[in-house]
């Protein structure tokens, strides 16, 4: 299909391939995968020297830990806030890509948030570089446009859902909202998707309460654990560190398996401190293994189920 | 004030994690202007102590000056607990007295104003911002505001007066917040317990002149604005607490006949892009 210059594929991609969701997670077992979360803190709507300290850090991070995948939060490239700058901002893939970034790719698997232009368009995008190439960009769906949130006046919806291949198997991108909707987290599940890379830009929030932590914080992690004890993905969450505009982002980093365990950054560091963990593909082929609802899901049912619901209420 | 504590309760405050959102920001936001330095206004009040306390862990006590700036009329005690909370955070205490400045123009304006408590209120508050940024130009600081949410939603404050500051830490809190993250960093009882007041005459206090406390403007606020409680809930709600319900048109009031105070000046559109309107960038805009 093609709409207004976009490719829009359909929902459930793979489809096909869901009876291999119990399969192993990825192809080789007998490693461990070293992601490093990067609370990134950009300038706002200074690309070129978002780039510089987005290469820098890739550097920083190859020379210290050697991480295989270096994971960037939302608008990496550009900042947040931007209003207006959202036009100047937004950049072409592969074109604007820096080619030293590129090639640094083939050291690591680099997943970043930029504002991408296409057609014309500005969409709110993540992208992943691994070995000299763009393998693939998540267009941001569910955009924000309520409270503190401007996102719809500035960004145009995406219209698709993909998954990629990536060093730790079959994963995709939702952008922060995103995965506030459940249905595009099934819809992964049902694809065969086993990892989901959630990178954000929440603004820390909600103080009334005697928890150690804010409650958009809270809610983030609440509703990881749900989505990866149901549909028995892994998920890894990234906010973006520092502040815009008297808007403060935690630069929390976290990591959650379907057996409900989640790795979170310590407390003790600081914002922009960047957060290691090393995934071990057989402890979590294990975790995956031992099973939860998700072994029990029934997909035809499911749509039967939800056409029914449908043709109900519209009637 | 059991009842209506039973029927619009305060949610508790987790000063730390208030602290830790405040002070990162706070620091963030003046170091990313290329500036290291804030400036505060201390009046004696708990507002602006809790500011400076604030500010000293952001910056550290090195980078914030406390300037006292009394008028004549100013209560010794006043003088005596801006002191007090400069020497917890380990800075020194700068007096400007305005008294001269004030009263030259009070003597001097064709128009009078002197008799006025209102406009006089206001004068004294603008001197005290042109102190505060001329002081902020000469020591390439930024002012810090120290006007709490509850005051900047009622419009209790002077427009371009002690309204106006270059980044407020305190501004997002209620009354309620700013007591308990107050009594959070240890700040004196003589200071978190004594009637709030602009001092601007000898037994001048908020409350008196707003004619309502703080604890019930901060239940109808919180209510109100954070829980999105529209009018008719909070009426019956004060019902239930045998209060009239009406009391709560004051707060409402208030918020709407201020708005103005929280917004830019009014510009009237003639062009295709208009500031604020179509010319919509971040402040942070390169920062």
Known sequence: ?315 | MSEINNVLPLPPTNSKIALNIIIRTFKNEIEKTGLTRAVIGLSGGIDSALTLFLAARALGSQNVTAVFMPYKLTSPLSREHALLAANMCGIKLLEEDITKMADSYFNTASFGSDNDRLRKGNVLARLRMIVLYDYSVFTKSIVAGTSNKSEILLGYGTLWGDMASGVNPVGDLYKFQVYAISRHLGIPDDIVQKAPSADLWEGQTDEGELKMTYDFIDRILYYWIDLGWNKERIYTALHEAGQDPQTADMVFNRVMASQYKRKMPLIIKVSEKTIDREFRYPRDWGM
């Not at chain 1, 693939?136 to 924000?144: N, Q, S, T």
């Not at chain 1, 409650?215 to 992690?221: F, H, Q, R």
């Not at chain 1, 995934?279 to 499911?302: I, K, M, T, W």
């Open chain 1, 1 to 315: 299909m093609k709409q207004d210059g976009q490719i829009f594929l359909p929902l459930y991609i793979d489809r096909a391939s869901y009876p291999k969701h119990l399969s192993i997670i990825a192809n080789n077992m007998n490693q461990a995968l070293r992601i490093a979360f990067i609370p990134f803190f950009p300038r706002l709507g200074t690309t070129p020297e978002n780039f510089k300290k987005i290469e820098d850090t890739i550097n920083i991070c190859l020379n210290e830990k050697k991480p295989d995948i270096i994971f960037f939060p939302e608008l990496s490239t550009s900042g947040y806030l931007l209003e207006n700058l959202t036009f100047s901002s937004a950049l072409s893939v592969p074109d604007d890509i820096p080619g030293s970034l590129v090639k640094l790719s083939h050291k690591v698997e680099i997943h970043l948030g930029l504002p991408l232009i296409e057609n014309g368009r500005i969409f709110n995008a993540h992208i992943v570089i691994l070995n000299g190439s763009i393998v693939h960009v998540h267009r941001k769906i569910y955009l924000p446009t309520y409270g503190l949130f401007d996102e719809g006046r500035y960004f145009t919806p995406g219209a698709s859902l993909s998954s990629y291949e990536g060093k730790l198997g079959k994963s995709a991108i939702l952008i922060c909202e995103d995965a506030f909707h459940p249905a595009l987290v099934y819809s992964l599940y049902e694809s065969g998707v086993k990892h989901l890379f959630v990178p954000s830009c929440s603004p820390a929030r909600g103080i009334n309460h005697n928890e150690p932590f804010t409650a958009s914080y809270m809610a983030w992690k609440k509703r990881l654990e749900v989505y990866s004890e149901s549909f028995g993905i892994f998920c890894y969450y990234q906010n973006r560190g520092g502040s815009e505009d008297g808007v403060y982002f935690d630069g929390k980093s976290i990591f959650v398996s379907p057996n409900m365990t989640a790795v979170e950054k310590d407390t003790k560091k600081q914002n922009e401190d960047i957060f290691y963990y090393d995934v071990n593909l057989q402890d979590l082929s294990a975790a995956y293994q031992r099973g939860g609802p998700f072994h029990d899901e029934n997909f035809d049912l499911n749509h039967r189920l939800f056409t029914l619901a449908g043709q109900k209420n519209r009637t």
